[in-house]
Antibody, heavy 117, light 108 residues
């Protein structure tokens, strides 16, 4: 079955960087676009970024554009999110999900990022 | 950016009752709308896509309808395990992909 397992979350100071990973299994990873979606504590869902199946096309939410970079390694079935210049507003659970025509078909369990001094 | 407004914020019903959740878009999204269920402490789950298509494994008591700017998720007979927050999401005009603010379904 499809499995998406995020890792790399933790507590980080404002202004610092963090890299999240999402390990995929149970489907042909290289055939699907992939997303990051986040959820601040007690809040709703916010789309963060998408990368195409081949890694060539990427789009970002305005709130993270220029600070976050989405990428993938199809040889390792892994999705990444490089997050720079983090602020308290970036505190959230970060989910990876595969795309089904720009819907979010399968989700990981999420990894919590807390930005705090 | 397309804004999705969900109502009501909270729905409190008894088991077996019919639940009707609404999602209104700030401009037409055609039928490019999905619904997700998020149970406490869990990741969201895709329920409905393209307004009315049930995702794999979704019980038949869940149905979606609507087009343009007004959409409805119906739970025909509420079960205790349906307690969750339900979100709508559009893919008509992106980026960004946007979500509604959610409707919390409770059991009386």
């Amino acid at each position: 079955q499809v499995q998406l397992v995020e890792s790399g979350g933790g507590v980080v100071q404002p202004g610092r960087s963090l890299r999240l990973s999402c390990a995929a299994s149970g489907f042909t990873f290289s055939s699907y676009g992939m997303h990051w979606v986040r959820q601040a504590p007690g809040k709703g869902l916010e789309w963060v970024a998408i990368v195409s199946y081949d890694g060539r096309t990427k789009y970002y939410a305005e709130s993270v554009k220029g600070r976050f970079t989405i990428s993938r390694d199809n040889s390792k079935n892994t999705l990444y999110l490089e997050m720079n210049s983090l602020s308290a507003e970036d505190t959230a659970v970060y989910y990876c999900a595969n795309t089904l025509s720009e819907y979010f078909q399968h989700w990981g369990q999420g990894t919590l990022v807390t930005v705090s001094s | 950016e397309i804004v999705l407004t969900q109502s009501p914020p909270t729905l409190s019903l008894s088991p077996g009752e019919r639940a009707t959740l609404s999602c209104r878009a700030s401009q037409s999204v055609s039928n490019f709308l999905a619904w997700y269920q998020q149970k406490p402490g869990q990741a969201p789950r895709l329920l409905i896509y393209d307004a009315s298509n049930r995702a794999t494994g979704v019980p038949a008591r869940f149905s979606g309808s609507g087009s343009g700017t007004d959409f409805t998720l119906t739970i025909s007979s509420l079960e205790p395990e349906d307690v969750a927050i339900y979100y709508c999401q559009q893919r008509s005009n992106w980026p960004p992909l946007t979500f509604g603010g959610g409707t919390k379904v409770e059991i009386k």
